[in-house]
C-alpha cells in the first residue's frame, strides 16, 4: 500500500504498524495481532539522511531476544520520506534509544525489514 500524506508524520500521531516479508511476521506473534498501533514521541538520528521515528506502542510484544513496547521505525529506500513512510524496519527496544545512529547506540532486535506504516489520526 502506498500512501503520500499531506503533511510528514510528527510527534503525536498514532499509527499502524501491519504487513512485512513474511506471512506471518515475529512483530505480529507475542501477543497475536494483525497490527500494532502506537504513538511517534521523537525522531532521533537514523541510519541514512533521514531521521528514524520512535514510537511507544499501546501494548509490549516479544521478539525472539526481547519484550518491549517502544520500536525504532527507520526508512527502507533512499530517498523516502515521512511523509511517504512506507515501507519500514521495525527495531523493538526495551530502552529509550538515544538519538544517536543504530551503529553508535545501544541497539534493540531488528524484527521486520518491510512493514507498513498507516496513520490513525494526526496531530492538529
Known amino acids: 500500500m502506498d500512501f503520500k500524506l499531506t503533511q510528514p508524520l510528527q510527534v503525536g500521531d498514532k499509527i499502524e504498524l501491519s504487513g512485512g516479508y513474511d506471512y506471518d511476521p515475529l512483530f505480529l506473534k507475542n501477543p497475536p495481532d494483525s497490527k500494532r498501533s502506537g504513538t511517534v514521541i521523537q525522531f532521533i538520528k537514523g541510519q541514512n539522511e533521514s531521521p528514524a521515528a520512535v514510537v511507544k506502542l499501546d501494548r509490549r510484544f516479544s521478539g525472539e531476544k526481547i519484550t518491549g513496547?517502544?520500536?525504532?521505525?527507520?526508512?527502507?529506500?533512499?530517498?523516502?520520506?515521512?511523509?511517504?513512510?512506507?515501507?519500514?524496519?521495525?527495531?523493538?527496544c526495551d530502552f529509550m534509544p538515544e538519538d544517536k545512529p543504530w551503529k553508535d547506540r545501544k541497539q534493540g532486535e531488528w524484527v521486520e525489514a518491510a512493514a507498513t506504516v498507516t496513520p490513525v489520526t494526526l496531530k492538529k
Do not use: A, K, N, Y
Open 69 to 92: 513496547d517502544i520500536v525504532v521505525l527507520e526508512l527502507r529506500h533512499v530517498g523516502q520520506t515521512w511523509q511517504e513512510p512506507t515501507p519500514v524496519h521495525i527495531e523493538l
